[in-house]
């Protein structure tokens, strides 16, 4: 039996202004897919480890904006930014949510961007789960096992029309390797995992939690020392281009 098509809410019925405030989130999400933002709010993050929210004394995750884009805030003043960690990340979104996402077609569109199930599905593997104390996506991590893994994700809808549709969605993993005593060990235990990884996800084409992949790219790796965490870390980043039925 064929495999029914995800319902995602068609532009054809829906009000203008309503196209127009979409349009402007999806510009808004390129910006933060920017080389120049990336660099930003990764050294951002650098400086900055750990949330800045009182009383939180998290690793910091995300390069927020106080004043949201989309509410006009400065994409480019430091004044503007503040290092958050997931949970606080998630809580200021969860309010802003309420706010932004009132109609029939934002949620839709919301739950058919979600990819990162997918990939925690292509890596809850023994080849994976075996090497890690945990894999993670979704859910706060819990800050005390090593190593872990966190799996996120941003999403870039392309070409919305009846019948077919392309997503582009960045997803973003990140590895933190067991914590070592004299804090210059674990780099060799990272660089292993993401191998494992890799040879899971690049170039992999096929069906993954209800989601169709076109094909997965390792777009960006880099190897670091995490100061909070006081452990080796690897980024990976990468491009996973969904195909989806609209109408």
Not at 125 to 149: A, M
Not at 156 to 164: A, I, L, V
Not at 216 to 238: G, H, K
């Amino acid at each position: 039996m064929p495999r029914m098509p995800h319902k995602v809410y068609s532009f054809k019925d829906d009000k203008p202004k309503q196209k127009k405030n979409w349009l402007k989130d999806q510009a808004d999400l390129k910006f933060y897919n920017t080389s120049r933002w990336r660099k930003l709010s990764l050294a951002y993050k650098m400086q900055h480890p750990v949330c800045e929210v009182v009383d939180c004394h998290q690793s910091s995750y995300y390069t927020d904006h106080i004043v949201p884009v989309s509410d006009g805030g400065d994409k480019w003043d430091e004044n503007n930014f503040q290092a958050l960690c997931r949970s606080c990340n998630a809580s200021k979104t969860a309010k802003q949510s309420k706010k932004v996402y009132t109609n029939k077609f934002d949620w839709c569109v919301i739950f058919a961007l979600m990819i990162g199930g997918a990939i925690y599905q292509l890596l809850n593997v023994s080849s994976i789960t075996s090497l890690v104390e945990q894999l993670n996506y979704g859910i706060s991590p819990q800050e005390n096992l090593f190593p872990r893994i966190i799996i996120s994700e941003q999403s870039t809808p392309e070409n919305f029309k009846d019948g077919y549709s392309i997503i582009n969605h960045d997803v973003e993993i990140n590895i933190f390797a067991s914590k070592v005593k004299d804090g210059n060990g674990g780099f060799a235990e990272a660089a292993n995992i993401a191998e494992q990884i890799d040879l899971i996800l690049n170039r992999y084409k096929g069906e993954s939690g209800g989601k169709t992949i076109q094909q997965i790219y390792l777009s960006n790796q880099e190897i670091l020392f995490d100061s909070t965490s006081q452990c080796a870390r690897v980024i990976m980043e990468y491009l996973v281009r969904e195909s989806l039925w609209v109408y």
